[in-house]
């Protein structure tokens, strides 16, 4: 074998890897998306969707521009990091929360971006993803917590912990 065919099969091996991250990130992703919104109970329609994991963001779906690598093409083998786009209000506040997600191991890692790192197996449906919502539940509310007991405290606080709002522009006019 040549060197320049040693370098194709290596990096075809290598592609094929990454692709399998990428379809293990985009299952947890979209499971998440529905299932955490049926685990908060929202009864008024949809309260998570899956955004960009930085930058401006609307409260839609995005599909493949949710994820920080493309769904095909030449894809980097490592974290892939997407956002969770949560409704926090009755009207239309939806509060993003960054994930990254990784295979460590025999492990995947999902870690909330400014947070905890959770250990998981998927797809969730398979497992007990209860847990799971908790954690991510948890951590939404801490932080309006904690951001209410600083205000009493006097201490306005920051929005350090990675999370981004979004307000739909028909709310924004009325």
């Known amino acids: 074998m040549s060197r320049f065919e040693d370098l194709i099969s290596t990096v075809a091996e290598y592609q094929k890897l990454a692709a399998e991250n990428y379809s293990r990130v985009r299952k947890l992703a979209e499971e998440l998306r529905e299932g955490l919104c049926a685990y908060i109970g929202s009864i008024d329609g949809v309260c998570v969707r899956l955004v960009p994991p930085a930058g401006p963001f609307e409260p839609k779906d995005y599909g493949d521009q949710a994820f920080s690598v493309p769904p095909k093409g030449f ?5 892939i990091l997407f956002g969770l786009a949560v409704r926090v209000s009755t009207g239309t506040d ?5 994930m990254e997600c990784q295979k460590i191991g025999d492990d995947f890692i999902a870690r909330i971006v400014g947070g905890e790192e959770y250990r998981l197996s998927i797809p969730l449906k398979d497992n007990d993803p209860e847990p799971f919502y908790d954690h991510i539940y948890d951590h939404v509310l801490d932080w309006f917590k904690t951001q209410i007991e600083r205000y009493e405290a006097g201490d ?5 912990i990675g999370f981004d709002f979004s307000r739909s522009d028909n709310e924004a006019l009325a």
């Open 156 to 160: 306005y606080g920051g929005r350090e």
């Open 94 to 98: 939806w509060m993003r929360v960054t």
């Open 75 to 79: 894809r980097p083998l490592g974290a």
